[in-house]
C-alpha cells in the first residue's frame, strides 16, 4: 500500500506507521457531481477541515475512513459505496497536530514544521 495520509486539517491519520491500521484511505470520487458534493461538506466545515478556496482536489489526495459514517464503506470490500459523503469532521482534543508529529515530512517544497497548513500530499523525505 502506497504511503499516505488524511488531508483533513488536525487529522493525524497516516500508514506510516500502522501497517496493519484499521483504517482505510479513499481517493476522491472522479464523478464531478460527488466532489462538488464532498467539496459542500469540506466548506461546511472549513474550521476543521482547512478548506479554502485554494483547495485543489489532485490524483494524490486521499481521506481516511474516520471520516465516513459506517453505512458508506462497504463492510465486505471496505470501499465507500457510491454517492458516500464524509460527514465526520472533529477538532482535536489535544496539542497535537500534523506540525508537531510530522517535522520530517515535506508538502512540497514547504516542510511541515510551523502551523501552516496545505492539504496537499505529503511524502516522506
Not at 10 to 20: A, L, Q
Not at 103 to 123: H, L, R, V
Amino acid at each position: 500500500m502506497p504511503k499516505c495520509m488524511c488531508c483533513v486539517r488536525f487529522c493525524n491519520s497516516s500508514n506510516f506507521v500502522e501497517k496493519k491500521s484499521k483504517l482505510h484511505f479513499f481517493s476522491w470520487p472522479k464523478d464531478e457531481n460527488v466532489v462538488e458534493t464532498w467539496l459542500k461538506a469540506f466548506s461546511d466545515n472549513s474550521f476543521v477541515t482547512g478548506f479554502s478556496k485554494y483547495f485543489k482536489v489532485t490524483n494524490n489526495l486521499r481521506i481516511c475512513s474516520l471520516h465516513f459514517e459506517a453505512k458508506f464503506v462497504n463492510e465486505n470490500t471496505k470501499r465507500l459505496i457510491k454517492n458516500a459523503i464524509p460527514t465526520i469532521f472533529q477538532l482535536p482534543t489535544h496539542h497535537s497536530t500534523k506540525a508537531s508529529m510530522y517535522n520530517n515530512y515535506k508538502c512540497g517544497q514547504d516542510t511541515i514544521n510551523k502551523p501552516k497548513w496545505s492539504i496537499e500530499m505529503c511524502t516522506l523525505h
